[in-house]
């Protein structure tokens, strides 16, 4: 469920904002978070080595990168009922939590919460440390340390390069995550309440005739099907003590094969959105390995996974945590469309399709192949 971008590029520098942060009429002051992003985006905010800043927009955040470090400032917006980050004190709460369950895989990376602060005009970033101070903190930020993109799961995969021994150590890394996670307090009937409304939301969007995707109807009664035909299987998954707080978003584009691996923007925003088995969310790596062409790492990674962690789940439950993921990814992929004015609506249109036939199972041939790709975007943090 994390967004994906809607813009990226080279820092438009502190004069010049995002349309998303323009005044609507001439003279109208800038917002509280027009101000701050002029500051992050200005020398000011950086070290005299910080190099090229750029900037990332999402539907939830802004993140300013420098050559160094990643700075993540929340918008004061709100999607109810899973994100509210209107006020400055749930802004600051969202950050604390963002680094509470992203060190748990990444404590290296997340480095810390800072605030920006302002005193009589002059702006600065403050560790917590160094608080409290003589301003005033009109922000929070996250603070990480950027990551080297040529390491990063995708990117390995996209330039022919990802190794057997990486997907074992990263094998390795995610047991020993999901030994150690904390029971999700989830009962079998909330469970199974769940993966019904997901499918409810997924035949929503893509059912909607603007979209004409016909092909989505099989899937999504396949599905529909499964889960009923197999509610004993994720019944089981709870007796069993097998639902986790887990990560709620594992994608290639979070994961950095540096040694030891790690895993960045685990959803922190929303609780009940990381209390999976773990296996769902394998699966749902496993499936975007196959999607960018390296199915051969997504199943190394499942078996080596299932030994670690003496775990084998029903072939059956496999697929619909396969086909569920996958409808839900063409979803969010079909979502982009509802946009008021949305951006690559090719791409996402044709992103939907491509999972929907994954949803079926693996596609043999010319159907492994993803649609056009977005236009070249910067290295990610």
């Known amino acids: 469920m994390h967004p994906h971008p809607i813009a990226r590029s080279p820092a ?7 349309a998303t942060l323009a ?8 917002s509280d978070s027009a101000a701050t992003l002029r500051f992050l985006l200005s020398p000011q905010a950086h070290a005299p080595d910080a190099g090229t800043v750029e900037l990332i927009e999402t539907h939830m955040s802004w993140v300013v990168l420098d050559a160094h470090q990643a700075l993540k400032l929340k918008k004061p917006v709100c999607y109810p009922p899973l994100f509210d980050c209107r006020t400055l004190a749930a802004r600051e709460h969202d950050g604390r939590a963002e680094l509470r369950v992203n060190r748990r895989l990444a404590p ?8 920006v602060q302002r005193d009589q005009g002059h702006w600065s970033l403050l560790p917590e440390t160094a608080l409290p101070a003589p301003g005033q903190t009109v922000d929070w930020l996250v603070q ?9 799961l995708d990117r390995l995969i996209a330039d022919a390069r990802l190794q057997p021994a990486q997907v074992d150590a990263l094998a390795l890394t995610l047991s020993r995550f999901y030994q150690q996670a904390l029971p999700a307090p989830v009962d079998e009937a909330a469970l199974l309440a769940r993966h019904r409304h997901e499918q409810a939301l997924n035949r929503q969007v893509l059912s909607a005739g603007r979209f004409g995707l016909a092909e989505a109807a099989p899937a999504l009664d396949r599905l529909d099907a499964a889960i009923e035909q197999h509610a004993e299987l994720l019944r089981q998954r709870v007796r069993q ?16 094969l540096v040694e030891p691996p790690v895993v960045i923007d685990a959803l922190a925003f929303n609780d009940g959105l990381r209390q999976v088995d773990p296996f769902e969310e394998l699966v749902a790596l496993a499936l975007e390995c196959e999607r960018l062409g390296a199915a051969w790492a997504g199943q190394r990674l499942l078996a080596c996974c299932g030994e670690r ?23 969010l992929a079909v979502a982009h ?14 992103l939907g399709r491509r999972y929907i036939a994954l949803s079926l199972g693996p596609q043999p041939g010319n159907a492994g192949r993803d649609p056009p790709a977005i236009p070249p975007q910067p290295d990610r943090p």
């Not at 962690?309 to 979803?331: C, H, V």
């Not at 469309?337 to 044709?350: G, I, N, S």
């Open 12 to 18: 438009p520098g502190p004069d010049t904002l995002p």
């Open 23 to 30: 005044p609507e009429r001439p003279g109208e002051p800038a």
């Open 108 to 115: 290296d990376v997340y480095l810390g919460l800072l605030a």
């Open 144 to 152: 990480m340390r950027r990551l080297p993109a040529d390491r990063m």
């Open 241 to 256: 003590h097998r639902i986790v707080d887990g990560h709620g978003d594992l994608r290639p584009e979070h994961v950095c």
């Open 309 to 331: 962690l003496d775990d084998l789940p029903d072939p059956a439950l496999l697929q619909i945590y396969r086909a569920g993921r996958a409808l839900l990814r063409a979803r």
């Open 337 to 350: 469309l509802l946009d008021a004015q949305p951006t690559w609506p090719a791409h996402w249109l044709a």
